[in-house]
């Protein structure tokens, strides 16, 4: 049978996940990481099972971007919460595990719009427009420059955000939001000049891209 009644898409690369009627269905791989956000669902589900919605899945206002290997969802209202791989705390603290199956809660972190999440990297926005990113940071994605830090950074933009796209996968992540003013900031590893800046490394620190 046809799905019907899906608002959002989000797929990964051993998953996907849709938003319908304000909750979460994943199919794909459960078995490595815990990717379909429920420990009741079968090693595979081919097809969307609305009996293993991701759990604690209800009133869910986006589903931001899925990873090769997590996924995050922001509520209506309530802290933003993540599942998966979560080997260098891009899901969760490190505390949590490698594999997150059920969905952690980012209770410390103020209340999420939406989210963007890579290779081993998340970032959000929150409802004021600030951006915040986690997890690796050997390309200084967090927003500092202590690359050993994967802890939730706030960046200091140019102004309010109102899209993030973070990337990454074999080499360090970099990352850019949108702004309201209709300008990009972009920070952390400026490789092959991704920042759009061709006179500075990896920085922590967001800086208008110039077209």
């Given at each position: 049978?046809?799905?019907?009644?899906?608002?959002?898409v989000?797929?990964?690369?051993?998953?996907?996940?849709?938003?319908?009627?304000?909750?979460?269905?994943?199919?794909?791989?459960?078995?490595?990481?815990?990717?379909?956000?429920?420990?009741?669902?079968?090693?595979?589900?081919?097809?969307?099972?609305?009996?293993?919605?991701?759990i604690g899945?209800?009133?869910?206002?986006?589903?931001?971007?899925?990873s090769?290997?997590?996924?995050?969802?922001?509520?209506?209202?309530?802290?933003?919460?993540?599942?998966?791989?979560?080997?260098?705390?891009?899901?969760?603290?490190?505390?949590?595990?490698?594999?997150?199956?059920?969905?952690?809660?980012?209770?410390?972190?103020?209340h999420?719009?939406?989210?963007?999440?890579?290779y081993?990297?998340?970032?959000?926005?929150?409802?004021t427009?600030?951006?915040?990113?986690?997890?690796?940071?050997?390309?200084?994605?967090?927003?500092?420059?202590?690359?050993?830090?994967?802890?939730?950074?706030?960046?200091?933009?140019?102004?309010?955000?109102?899209?993030?796209?973070?990337?990454?996968?074999?080499?360090?992540?970099?990352?850019?939001?949108?702004?309201?003013?209709?300008?990009?900031?972009?920070?952390?590893?400026?490789?092959?000049?991704?920042?759009?800046?061709?006179?500075?490394?990896?920085?922590?620190?967001?800086?208008?891209?110039?077209?």
């Amino acid at each position: 049978m046809p799905v019907t009644g899906v608002t959002e898409v989000a797929p990964g690369y051993f998953h996907a996940c849709v938003l319908m009627g304000g909750n979460v269905l994943c199919t794909g791989n459960n078995a490595l990481y815990g990717n379909l956000g429920n420990t009741a669902v079968a090693n595979r589900t081919l097809v969307l099972e609305p009996s293993y919605p991701v759990i604690g899945a209800t009133g869910i206002a986006s589903l931001g971007r899925a990873s090769t290997w997590h996924s995050c969802m922001e509520p209506t209202t309530g802290p933003l919460q993540c599942w998966g791989k979560n080997d260098l705390s891009e899901v969760a603290p490190i505390d949590a595990g490698n594999n997150v199956r059920t969905p952690y809660v980012w209770s410390s972190l103020p209340h999420m719009v939406t989210a963007s999440a890579s290779y081993a990297n998340t970032c959000a926005i929150d409802d004021t427009g600030s951006v915040w990113c986690w997890g690796r940071n050997d390309g200084m994605t967090s927003g500092k420059s202590d690359t050993s830090d994967p802890t939730p950074g706030k960046l200091t933009l140019g102004s309010k955000a109102v899209a993030v796209s973070i990337e990454g996968v074999g080499e360090p992540a970099y990352a850019c939001a949108v702004l309201d003013t209709g300008e990009v900031d972009c920070w952390g590893d400026n490789s092959f000049l991704k920042l759009g800046r061709g006179s500075i490394a990896a920085t922590p620190t967001p800086g208008p891209v110039k077209f």
